[in-house]
């Protein structure tokens, strides 16, 4: 049986920075396994694709996944309504990991989740989908924010590899037995910053949010203040500076307190004489923080992926798996 701790093993290799940094949807049915070495860990995790067209009609580009699957006992007839539902995390790769091998996306975090190990304790769909080599999921400048002090602005509009993540999303969702309270969103390094970016465009799609090491656009904190946050950075970060999280940590939990405030005062209104609580407020884990949740791990320099993605209290799986959305 392949454990998590093998998994772990051959995904060692960390991420190498960050980077200089009318369409129709017609994504495929997840396509059979791909044939591959009987020592590849990956070997048994599906594959699909989404095709992004021109205003036109004509191709533009096709995006390719993996998506890893829970066990068939766990959603037990998937073809009967009443099949159970399991929660998807979308899964944002680095730059390191970017390309046109639709492998590279499974070694940080991803490729494990397919063991028997983490499936029996957290059964789930992982949707990991590679970005091109050329491509980013979110336009940013991390050179003006290492050495100018800066923080990214979110572009109007997303770019093409983000408009082909949102297609894969809305697709497995639609067709896979996804518990729609429980879609989860994490990514790392230039990830990081796409998990940022794509929490601010589709805040009612997610019930939880895990950037890591990343940095988003304080001035999207108001449409994400009701979506619970668990932000991660390493203290000594070297290629993306922690003061990015750290600013999102505080604009978000500005807009959190403001959102929690509008709540109670609509409570009052619609309910006068009840318990003065939010009925919408984020729900963490016992122990209750302030939204967002926040770590910073010393001595992990752009690597704090690794102490993140685990289970117990020195990580943030239990704290997510815990996350639902309000209906």
Aim: aromatic letters at 6%; one cysteine or more; a neutral charge.
């Amino acid at each position: 049986m392949t454990t998590l701790h093998d998994l772990l093993a051959a995904c060692a290799a960390l991420c190498v920075g960050c980077v200089a940094f009318g369409q129709e949807t017609k994504p495929t049915e997840a396509a059979p396994t791909e044939t591959v070495a009987a020592t590849d860990p990956f070997a048994k995790i599906a594959s699909g694709e989404t095709i992004v067209k021109k205003s036109d009609g004509t191709v533009d580009a096709t995006y390719r996944y993996r998506l890893i699957e829970p066990r068939a006992e766990a959603i037990a007839d998937p073809t009967s309504a009443s099949r159970s539902r399991v929660p998807l995390i979308v899964f944002l790769h680095g730059s390191g990991e970017r390309g046109s091998d639709n492998r590279a996306q499974l070694k940080h975090f991803a490729g494990s989740c397919a063991s028997d190990e983490f499936q029996t304790k957290a059964p789930c769909y992982v949707l990991a989908m590679q970005c091109p080599e050329n491509e980013t999921w979110c336009a940013i400048d991390i050179r003006a924010m290492r050495e100018r002090g800066e923080t990214p602005k979110q572009a109007t509009e997303p770019t093409r590899a983000m408009r082909a993540l949102m297609q894969a999303i809305d697709e497995v969702v639609a067709t896979k037995a996804v518990d729609p309270t429980r879609v989860y969103l994490t990514g790392l390094s230039m990830g990081g910053f796409g998990a940022f970016d794509l929490a601010a465009r589709r805040p009612e799609l997610f019930a939880a949010v895990v950037p890591i090491c990343g940095g988003g656009d304080p001035a999207t904190a108001a449409k994400v203040a009701r979506v619970p946050f668990y932000i991660v950075h390493g203290t000594d970060d070297p290629v993306v500076p922690v003061a990015l999280s750290r600013a999102m940590r505080e604009a978000i939990a500005g807009a959190a307190a403001e959102a929690a405030r509008a709540d109670r005062a609509k409570n009052r209104e619609q309910n006068p004489g009840a318990p003065d609580a939010p009925p919408s407020a984020p729900k963490p884990m016992p122990k209750r923080a302030p939204n967002p949740m926040y770590r910073e791990y010393d001595k992990v320099g752009h690597d704090s992926w690794t102490p993140a993605y685990r289970f117990g209290d020195d990580g943030v799986l239990d704290w997510m798996f815990a996350q639902r959305r309000n209906a």
